[in-house]
């Protein structure tokens, strides 16, 4: 359903084959692990279909990705040209080439539903922002994650857990897409995420002095953008299937789920 406030959404389910979660689903990419009788990729899908804040919906893949083949009929692929999580990106802008803005959404949401989009994709088209974040508290986020745990960012105002909706702007990614392409290869690596993020920052982080303004903040001189985090009081868009484990927790949330709620 199409209105004002709509925008096109990008499920990205490029990535890489060697998963754990594929292991243990026995296929060959995650997005095509079973939850519930349903592919992950296509649990996506629908919740995407059924919110009233998307337009449009493409699936970015791998060339030549297994998950072409089980998407549902009508819902059009495109293929990233590039390994990077920004090829993936772009791939969806350029097939949404006609809008500002595209909805980012990874291909692991077992549990995501269409409220869930709604309240993102509102607040963070009424920031005005060309890059907008989701992000959970961690008091809502830890009973979806039983006893499996889940990453947690503790802050001055509180622990939060990320979240895997974003809203990025073109003119962002074309502005910023190689800046992007060096910070994501370097999160994982303390050298490099100090030279970026500066030491000053990293040590207020350490010694608990740290807080969401600062984080946004931070993320407008670096990247030069108006940048904005959605506190969603939906956990369900932080729930992505990291772990083998994370199938089995899925599937009890979703017998206790009313047919009618989310996808």
């Given at each position: 359903m199409s209105d004002a406030k709509s925008v096109p959404a990008t499920v990205l389910a490029a990535g890489t084959q060697s998963d754990p979660v594929a292991t243990a689903a026995s296929v060959p990419h995650k997005a095509m692990a079973q939850v519930a009788g349903r592919?992950?990729?296509?649990?996506?899908?629908?919740?995407?279909?059924?919110?009233?804040?998307?337009?449009?919906?493409?699936?970015?893949?791998?060339?030549?990705?297994?998950?072409?083949?089980?998407?549902?009929?009508?819902?059009?692929?495109?293929?990233?040209?590039?390994?990077?999580?920004?090829d993936t990106i772009t791939a969806g802008l350029d097939y949404h080439s006609g809008h500002e803005y595209t909805l980012l959404a990874t291909c692991d949401l077992a549990l995501l539903t269409p409220e869930a989009v709604d309240h993102f994709v509102s607040e963070a088209l009424d920031s005005g922002a060309e890059l907008c974040y989701s992000m959970v508290r961690a008091e809502r986020s830890e009973p979806l994650y039983e006893t499996a745990g889940h990453v947690l960012v503790r802050l001055r105002?509180?622990?939060?857990?990320?979240?895997?909706?974003?809203?990025?702007?073109?003119?962002?990614?074309?502005?910023?897409?190689?800046?992007?392409?060096?910070?994501?290869?370097?999160?994982?690596?303390?050298?490099?995420?100090?030279?970026?993020?500066?030491?000053?920052?990293?040590?207020?982080?350490?010694?608990?002095?740290?807080?969401?303004?600062?984080?946004?903040?931070?993320?407008?001189?670096?990247?030069?953008?108006?940048?904005m985090v959605v506190d969603s009081p939906y956990p369900e868009i932080c729930f992505d299937l990291d772990k083998p484990e994370h199938i089995a927790i899925a599937e009890r949330h979703l017998q206790g789920r009313l047919p009618e709620a989310g996808a």
């Open positions: 592919c992950l990729v296509n649990r996506v899908i629908g919740a995407l279909q059924k919110a009233r804040s998307v337009a449009d919906i493409v699936v970015v893949t791998a060339p030549n990705s297994p998950v072409q083949q089980i998407l549902p009929p009508g819902v059009p692929w495109t293929e990233s040209e590039g390994e990077s999580f920004v105002d509180g622990s939060f857990t990320g979240g895997n909706l974003a809203l990025v702007g073109r003119e962002f990614i074309r502005r910023q897409g190689q800046h992007l392409k060096r910070a994501f290869a370097g999160r994982k690596n303390p050298i490099r995420l100090a030279r970026l993020l500066g030491g000053t920052f990293i040590w207020r982080y350490l010694t608990g002095r740290l807080a969401v303004p600062d984080i946004v903040e931070r993320a407008r001189q670096i990247l030069g953008c108006e940048a």
